[in-house]
């Protein structure tokens, strides 16, 4: 399968603990995306990256968030001193660079469920 | 950013063709409409958009209205594994730098065996 993967797809942790989350995009994407979702909504968007470099970030990506994409491929993203509130799915995807008046999918991994006790 | 309306939840019949309708009576001249669908526990799946002209591809076709406030998805033949979510966005193909999907809270589709 050459799909989006992410890693791990459950991580339970205690409030307070840093957790990270890797995804593995499909290998020929140079974008790379991470979203957010809480039960009952939509994805909403953290970040995204062009090759390594992180092109916008949402207002939701506190101080306590940070992502990397050091060698454009594969993508972390941390939380450190875990609230409550970081309960969520962490969905990754990727995508080709779009073009000025032409669209480009993004393809998404499963997520990481994150449990905060 | 221009905004969509979705009915929250539809129900339909196996083998029976599905109609998704979306509203974003906001839309605006550069703005594609696309589909994307969740089903449980997966994350989202592209499956289809359009600008103008009605759309087909394997999966679905869309159907844009005339003056584009309004689209339509069309599942042509329901199966159990067409029950998912199913996000109608907008996304502005003339604006660099607005990369993000904004989803709403979508269409939660039942299909009834």
């Known amino acids: 399968d050459t799909g989006v993967s992410q890693d791990p797809r459950h991580k339970i942790t205690k409030r307070g603990q840093n957790v990270t989350f890797r995804c593995d995009p499909i290998?020929?994407?140079?974008?790379l995306y991470w979203y957010r979702q809480t039960l009952g909504q939509g994805p909403e968007f953290l970040t995204y990256?062009?090759?390594?470099?992180?092109?916008?970030k949402s207002r939701l990506l506190s101080d306590r968030f940070s992502a990397e994409r050091p060698k454009g491929s594969f993508s972390t993203l941390e939380i450190q001193r875990t609230e409550q509130g970081d309960s969520a799915m962490y969905l990754c995807a990727s995508s080709l660079e779009p073009g000025q008046g032409y669209s480009q999918p993004q393809h998404f991994g499963d997520g990481t469920r994150l449990s905060i006790l | 950013d221009a905004k969509t309306t979705q009915p929250n939840s539809m129900e339909s019949n196996e083998e029976e063709p599905v109609h998704l309708p979306c509203n974003h009576s906001?839309?605006?001249?550069?703005?594609?409409i696309h589909w994307y669908r969740q089903l449980p526990s997966q994350g989202p799946e592209y499956v289809i958009h359009?600008?103008?002209s009605n759309v087909n591809n394997r999966m679905a076709s869309l159907a844009i209205a005339e003056d584009r406030k309004s689209s339509t998805l069309i599942l042509h033949r329901a199966t159990l594994r067409d029950a998912a979510v199913y996000y109608c966005?907008?996304?502005?193909?003339?604006?660099?730098?607005?990369?993000?999907?904004?989803f709403g809270t979508g269409t939660r589709l039942t299909i009834i065996p």
């Open positions: 359009g600008l103008t």
């Open positions: 990256f062009q090759n390594e470099a992180q092109l916008e």
């Open positions: 290998s020929e994407h140079n974008r």
């Open positions: 966005i907008l996304r502005d193909y003339f604006n660099f730098g607005n990369e993000k999907l904004t």
């Open positions: 906001t839309i605006s001249g550069t703005d594609y």
